[in-house]
């Protein structure tokens, strides 16, 4: 099923170079993260198509009739993080990959079903320079993608800036972990230096810092969520490993 999806993204004009590059570093992170360059088609999620948020109203709905028993909070969380994970990722292996970002100001993404993967860049324009130059620009960029995301859901549900808020924090910090997994030679400093600039650069509080733990065993970081994505309420689901609600992590929680 997920072949024959990916394959009605193939014909498209041949991308800048910069942003092949981008296709292809990101999808050594993850084959979901599959891009292509042109026209932003009316079935896709983007700023401006007023067919976005039926889109995904229809991706809440699958995930709601997929886990009836979790509840909203739970649908809205997974929807919102669908949403979001396919744009952090991209401007962290573009910045810290390529030392580049993409115009995210056109900018699509694709559904299957009940997931959100595969996506597209409209315009050529796109921006180089070091990671601490290049982070305020992706922040706004992002914070108004993600602002007309949360537009387009309160249509038809209730979705809070606190609520995405804390979600995203979470999102930037765990792409910081990840960072540091594939560049190991990165220090805890230099990530806790990133993590306090994207922080600020997205006008997040710096208290989310604080999730920021040393590893006893590895020395590395490890991020502890100030959120839940509520998945322990699905059928089978259990509590994540960096979960606040973790037994292993409550210690650590009531320090914050």
């Known amino acids: 099923m997920l072949s024959k999806w990916f394959q009605r993204l193939w014909f498209r004009p041949q991308p800048p170079s910069i942003y092949q590059l981008i296709f292809t570093h990101s999808k050594q992170v993850s084959p979901y993260l599959s891009g292509t ?3 932003l088609p009316k079935e896709c999620i983007a700023i401006n198509n007023p067919l976005s ?4 109203q229809h991706i809440y709905h699958h995930l709601a009739e997929s886990n009836p028993e979790a509840g909203n909070s739970c649908w809205l969380t997974r929807t919102w993080d669908l949403l979001c994970w396919q744009p952090i990722y991209l401007s962290f292996v573009s910045i810290y990959g390529l030392k580049s970002l993409p115009d995210f100001g056109h900018f699509g993404q694709f559904t299957h079903h009940n997931y959100i993967a595969g996506y597209r860049f409209a315009s050529e324009e796109h921006s180089h320079g070091e990671p601490e130059e290049l982070i305020p620009v992706a922040a706004h960029q992002l914070s108004s993608l993600f602002e007309q995301y949360r537009h ?3 249509i038809w549900a209730r979705i809070r800036p606190g609520f995405t808020n804390h979600l995203l924090a979470d999102l930037i910090l765990s792409c910081l972990i ?3 997994e594939l560049q190991p030679e990165l220090k805890n400093d230099y990530i806790q230096q990133q993590a306090k600039l994207w922080l600020e650069a997205f006008k997040l509080p710096t208290k989310h810092l604080t999730s920021l733990k040393k590893d006893q065993s590895s020395g590395r970081l490890k991020h502890i969520r100030m959120s839940c994505c509520l998945v322990y309420k699905c059928r089978n689901g259990n509590l994540c490993g960096n979960c606040p609600r973790h037994d292993a992590n409550k210690v650590q929680v009531q320090k914050w």
């Open 178 to 180: 990840k960072l540091q």
């Open 152 to 154: 387009q859901i309160n």
């Open 37 to 39: 360059f042109g026209e």
């Open 53 to 56: 948020s039926r889109t995904i």
